[in-house]
Protein backbone atom coordinates (compact mmCIF):
# COMPACT_ATOMS: atom_id res chain seq x y z
CA UNK A 1 0.00 0.00 0.00
CA UNK A 2 1.53 3.09 -0.87
CA UNK A 3 1.52 6.14 1.22
CA UNK A 4 -0.68 8.91 0.85
CA UNK A 5 0.85 11.67 -0.90
CA UNK A 6 1.79 14.91 1.51
CA UNK A 7 1.04 18.28 1.26
CA UNK A 8 1.71 20.91 3.69
CA UNK A 9 -1.34 21.03 5.53
CA UNK A 10 -0.56 16.93 6.56
CA UNK A 11 1.01 16.08 10.36
CA UNK A 12 3.93 14.70 8.24
CA UNK A 13 4.73 17.77 6.72
CA UNK A 14 6.00 19.82 9.49
CA UNK A 15 8.52 16.39 10.98
CA UNK A 16 9.70 16.48 6.88
CA UNK A 17 10.63 20.24 6.87
CA UNK A 18 12.35 19.74 10.72
CA UNK A 19 14.14 16.79 9.27
CA UNK A 20 15.50 18.69 6.02
CA UNK A 21 16.77 20.89 7.83
CA UNK A 22 18.50 19.57 10.53
CA UNK A 23 20.15 18.01 7.57
CA UNK A 24 20.87 21.04 5.66
CA UNK A 25 23.05 21.98 8.65
CA UNK A 26 24.80 19.24 8.82
CA UNK A 27 25.71 19.65 4.96
CA UNK A 28 23.96 16.05 4.21
CA UNK A 29 22.55 16.83 0.32
CA UNK A 30 21.50 14.58 -1.73
CA UNK A 31 24.43 14.78 -4.56
CA UNK A 32 25.70 11.87 -6.93
CA UNK A 33 27.38 13.17 -9.58
CA UNK A 34 26.26 11.32 -12.66
CA UNK A 35 29.80 11.27 -13.69
CA UNK A 36 30.74 8.35 -11.12
CA UNK A 37 27.39 6.17 -11.80
CA UNK A 38 29.81 3.94 -13.21
CA UNK A 39 31.13 3.38 -9.78
CA UNK A 40 28.11 2.78 -7.97
CA UNK A 41 27.40 -0.89 -6.92
CA UNK A 42 23.99 -2.29 -6.60
CA UNK A 43 22.69 -2.86 -3.42
CA UNK A 44 22.42 -6.13 -2.95
CA UNK A 45 19.38 -7.98 -1.30
CA UNK A 46 19.53 -9.74 1.90
CA UNK A 47 16.68 -11.54 3.61
CA UNK A 48 13.78 -9.80 4.85
CA UNK A 49 13.56 -11.42 8.12
CA UNK A 50 10.88 -12.95 10.37
CA UNK A 51 10.06 -9.93 11.96
CA UNK A 52 8.70 -7.42 9.51
CA UNK A 53 5.52 -6.07 11.33
CA UNK A 54 2.66 -8.39 11.78
CA UNK A 55 0.38 -5.54 12.01
CA UNK A 56 1.57 -1.87 11.13
CA UNK A 57 0.95 0.63 13.03
CA UNK A 58 -1.63 3.30 12.95
CA UNK A 59 1.24 5.88 12.24
CA UNK A 60 3.14 4.85 9.25
CA UNK A 61 5.33 8.02 8.71
CA UNK A 62 8.76 8.76 8.57
CA UNK A 63 9.14 10.06 12.01
CA UNK A 64 9.59 6.18 14.08
CA UNK A 65 10.39 8.23 17.38
CA UNK A 66 7.41 9.74 18.08
CA UNK A 67 4.33 7.78 17.64
CA UNK A 68 1.06 9.75 16.91
CA UNK A 69 0.52 12.34 19.26
CA UNK A 70 2.21 11.36 22.17
CA UNK A 71 4.27 13.14 24.23
CA UNK A 72 7.13 10.60 25.53
CA UNK A 73 9.67 9.73 22.51
CA UNK A 74 10.92 6.47 21.85
CA UNK A 75 13.86 5.82 24.04
CA UNK A 76 17.43 5.24 22.54
CA UNK A 77 19.62 7.95 20.06
CA UNK A 78 18.19 9.67 17.64
CA UNK A 79 19.25 8.80 14.25
CA UNK A 80 18.47 10.55 10.75
CA UNK A 81 18.66 8.23 8.37
CA UNK A 82 19.14 9.41 5.22
CA UNK A 83 19.91 8.82 1.30
CA UNK A 84 19.15 8.54 -2.02
CA UNK A 85 16.99 5.77 -4.57
CA UNK A 86 19.50 5.53 -7.64
CA UNK A 87 19.62 3.31 -10.92
CA UNK A 88 22.80 2.41 -12.16
CA UNK A 89 23.37 5.22 -13.79
CA UNK A 90 23.10 7.08 -11.17
CA UNK A 91 19.65 9.02 -12.30
CA UNK A 92 17.56 9.51 -9.04
CA UNK A 93 14.58 7.17 -9.45
CA UNK A 94 11.39 9.04 -8.05
CA UNK A 95 7.96 7.65 -6.22
CA UNK A 96 9.98 4.92 -5.10
CA UNK A 97 8.07 3.17 -1.36
CA UNK A 98 10.89 3.12 1.06
CA UNK A 99 10.25 1.25 4.49
CA UNK A 100 11.86 0.58 6.94
CA UNK A 101 11.67 -1.61 10.28
CA UNK A 102 13.69 -2.33 13.09
CA UNK A 103 14.29 -3.29 16.44
CA UNK A 104 13.39 -1.09 19.93
CA UNK A 105 15.43 0.09 22.16
CA UNK A 106 15.46 -3.28 24.28
CA UNK A 107 15.67 -5.13 21.12
CA UNK A 108 12.38 -6.11 19.93
CA UNK A 109 10.13 -5.81 17.29
CA UNK A 110 6.92 -4.76 16.09
CA UNK A 111 5.86 -8.51 16.52
CA UNK A 112 3.87 -10.71 18.32
CA UNK A 113 6.78 -13.51 17.33
CA UNK A 114 9.56 -11.42 18.94
CA UNK A 115 11.22 -12.68 21.81
CA UNK A 116 10.31 -10.16 25.03
CA UNK A 117 7.10 -8.54 23.74
CA UNK A 118 6.52 -7.53 27.19
CA UNK A 119 9.33 -5.01 27.44
CA UNK A 120 8.84 -3.32 23.78
CA UNK A 121 8.79 0.30 23.82
CA UNK A 122 5.53 1.48 23.29
CA UNK A 123 6.53 4.73 22.13
CA UNK A 124 8.85 3.09 19.52
CA UNK A 125 6.88 3.29 15.73
CA UNK A 126 8.94 0.44 14.55
CA UNK A 127 7.92 0.97 11.40
CA UNK A 128 7.78 3.82 8.92
CA UNK A 129 7.71 4.79 5.05
CA UNK A 130 8.76 7.53 2.63
CA UNK A 131 7.62 8.25 -0.99
CA UNK A 132 10.87 9.85 -2.91
CA UNK A 133 10.77 12.61 -4.45
CA UNK A 134 12.17 13.75 -7.83
CA UNK A 135 15.92 13.63 -6.36
CA UNK A 136 14.77 10.18 -5.41
CA UNK A 137 15.71 11.22 -1.51
CA UNK A 138 14.00 9.71 1.27
CA UNK A 139 14.47 10.53 5.41
CA UNK A 140 13.66 8.82 8.64
CA UNK A 141 13.72 10.16 12.48
CA UNK A 142 14.42 6.91 14.21
CA UNK A 143 17.03 5.37 16.46
CA UNK A 144 20.55 3.93 16.16
CA UNK A 145 19.68 0.26 15.90
CA UNK A 146 20.67 -2.47 18.48
CA UNK A 147 22.41 -5.87 18.70
CA UNK A 148 20.35 -8.47 19.61
CA UNK A 149 21.37 -12.16 20.21
CA UNK A 150 22.79 -13.68 17.05
CA UNK A 151 22.56 -10.40 15.31
CA UNK A 152 24.72 -7.15 14.84
CA UNK A 153 23.01 -3.86 14.97
CA UNK A 154 20.62 -3.39 11.66
CA UNK A 155 17.48 -1.76 9.74
CA UNK A 156 15.76 -3.41 7.69
CA UNK A 157 14.70 -1.60 4.73
CA UNK A 158 12.28 -2.31 1.04
CA UNK A 159 12.30 -0.71 -1.49
CA UNK A 160 9.70 -0.83 -4.11
CA UNK A 161 9.76 1.01 -7.24
CA UNK A 162 7.04 0.76 -10.07
CA UNK A 163 8.41 -1.57 -13.05
CA UNK A 164 11.35 -2.79 -10.96
CA UNK A 165 11.66 -6.35 -8.88
CA UNK A 166 10.58 -5.34 -4.50
CA UNK A 167 14.59 -5.25 -3.14
CA UNK A 168 14.80 -6.11 0.94
CA UNK A 169 18.13 -5.12 2.44
CA UNK A 170 19.65 -4.53 5.60
CA UNK A 171 21.53 -1.60 7.05
CA UNK A 172 24.85 -1.61 9.15
CA UNK A 173 26.64 0.34 11.62
CA UNK A 174 30.53 0.78 10.01
CA UNK A 175 32.85 -0.19 13.18
CA UNK A 176 30.49 -2.47 14.99
CA UNK A 177 32.55 -5.92 16.38
CA UNK A 178 29.61 -7.93 15.89
CA UNK A 179 29.45 -6.99 12.06
CA UNK A 180 32.22 -9.76 11.53
CA UNK A 181 30.34 -12.55 13.26
CA UNK A 182 26.98 -11.55 11.96
CA UNK A 183 25.84 -14.26 9.55
CA UNK A 184 23.36 -12.53 7.52
CA UNK A 185 26.14 -9.72 6.83
CA UNK A 186 28.73 -12.31 6.08
CA UNK A 187 26.77 -14.55 3.46
CA UNK A 188 27.13 -11.31 0.97
CA UNK A 189 30.37 -12.92 -0.67
CA UNK A 190 31.58 -10.28 -2.51
CA UNK A 191 33.42 -7.80 -0.13
CA UNK A 192 32.30 -4.30 -1.80
CA UNK A 193 28.59 -5.42 -2.23
CA UNK A 194 29.20 -5.98 1.51
CA UNK A 195 30.45 -3.03 2.72
CA UNK A 196 27.67 -1.48 0.79
CA UNK A 197 25.43 -1.69 3.17
CA UNK A 198 27.37 -0.59 5.72
CA UNK A 199 27.91 3.22 6.49
CA UNK A 200 29.06 5.30 9.25
CA UNK A 201 26.54 6.55 11.91
CA UNK A 202 28.05 10.05 13.05
CA UNK A 203 27.29 12.34 15.09
CA UNK A 204 24.82 15.65 13.69
CA UNK A 205 26.58 18.71 12.98
CA UNK A 206 25.04 21.34 14.95
CA UNK A 207 23.32 18.40 17.48
CA UNK A 208 23.39 19.08 21.33
CA UNK A 209 21.33 16.56 22.19
CA UNK A 210 23.81 13.50 20.86
CA UNK A 211 21.80 12.53 17.80
CA UNK A 212 22.83 10.80 14.86
CA UNK A 213 23.21 10.91 11.09
CA UNK A 214 23.43 7.75 8.72
CA UNK A 215 23.43 7.78 4.74
CA UNK A 216 22.48 4.86 2.63
CA UNK A 217 22.10 5.20 -0.79
CA UNK A 218 20.48 2.20 -2.41
CA UNK A 219 20.74 1.76 -5.91
CA UNK A 220 18.59 -0.72 -7.93
CA UNK A 221 18.96 -2.33 -11.19
CA UNK A 222 17.84 -1.23 -14.47
CA UNK A 223 14.37 -1.89 -15.66
CA UNK A 224 14.05 -4.52 -17.90
CA UNK A 225 12.92 -2.02 -20.85
CA UNK A 226 16.46 -0.51 -20.15
Known amino acids: ?51 YPDRLPLDTDNDLIVLNDA ?31 QADHHGVYLHRGSAGAERRDPGFQGYGRFLTGSGGEYLFRTIRPVAYPGRAPHIHMAVKSPGREKLTTQ ?12 GVLKAIRDERARNSVIVPFDPLKGSKAGELSARFDVVLGLTPEA
Open 1 to 51: MLPETVSSATPQAAPRRRFLSALAAGGAFWTVPGAFAAALQLTPAQTEGPF
Open 71 to 101: TTPALGTVTYLSGRVLDLRGQPIRNAVVEIW
Open 171 to 182: CYIRGEKGNATD
